[in-house]
Structures are given as structure tokens and as C-alpha cells.
């Protein structure tokens, strides 16, 4: 018999007493805990209309406008429509992610500038976004909007955000962005 196959009933016959405790939520110890996910799919769809990839140019600002943590400055309105959307929706929502997920902040919930060249790259600033004036952030679903006529037309807008005193130079950060149907 192989050692592969020795180690396996061996493990059947004589499980490891923490895989035991993860199968029953009872007999956790107090280093332990138990998280459960849960969501669902549907079929129900909407087309996104134009080209789904973009960019958002931020204005050009003086480090001044962002010299204290917590500041925000410079943003810039983007739209992301959709058409053709199944008749049973009535409502429609965006979800955002960081790319990757390692260039979100999970403390202010915005992205990274992601450029780390210190000769090039703005430091202690970020990029938050927003829907109707009130943040977004990353890993949450943005307020629904109404479907009218299979279609709706949604509006965000994307801005800086210092986490202390900014420097000079170039930012940038991508967020992948998910039609969510709530």
C-alpha cells in the first residue's frame, strides 16, 4: 500500500480533533470562530452601454487643498449606464472592487494610489469614490437605482482623499466595477 493511501485512512480512521471541532460549531474552542457566507445568483441581466472600460481624469490640484488627513478635493462625475435589462428587475446597483484587492485601504475603504516610484508618485493620497455625495466603498454596493424602461443611468464620481499631508506628483487606481441586481 502506498504512503499516500496509508496517510489517508489513517486520517479517516483517526480525524485531527480541530477538523472535528470545525464541523460542529459547538464544540468550538474560544480560539475559534465560525463565519458562514451567503448570497445568491440570478439569471436576470442588463447590457452595460459603451465601452465598459474607462478612464477618469482627476483635475490637477495644489498639494494645499490637501495638507490635512481626511480631506477630500478634486472630484470628477463618471456614469455607468445600462440597457436591456430583464423585465422582473426594478432595481439596479454597482459593486466596486480594488484590483487585485491589494491596493484598498480598509480603513478609509478607498483605493491605493498604486504608482510607487518615490520620485514620481503623490503620496498620503487616495482616491475615494462616491454616489450622490456619499461614499462608496470598495467591497460594498452602491444605493439602487430605479430601472425605468429596462435601462437606468447611473452616477458616481471619483475624488482625492489625503491621508495626511500630500506631496507632489502623479496618482492612480483601478477599480473593477460589477452590475449588481439588489
Known sequence: MSKAKVLLCTALLFPLPYLANAADPAKLTDQQGLITFTGSLTGETCEIVGDR???????KLSINSLKDAGAEAGSKDFKISVRNCSSSL?????HFEAVGGSDKDTVTGNLKNTLVDANTAASNVQVRLYKDQEQVRLGDMSKPVALVNSAADMSFAGGYYSTGQATAGLIEAKAVYTIAYP
Open 53 to 59: 472600460n474607462f478612464s477618469v481624469i482627476l483635475p
Open 90 to 94: 426594478k432595481n439596479i446597483a454597482v
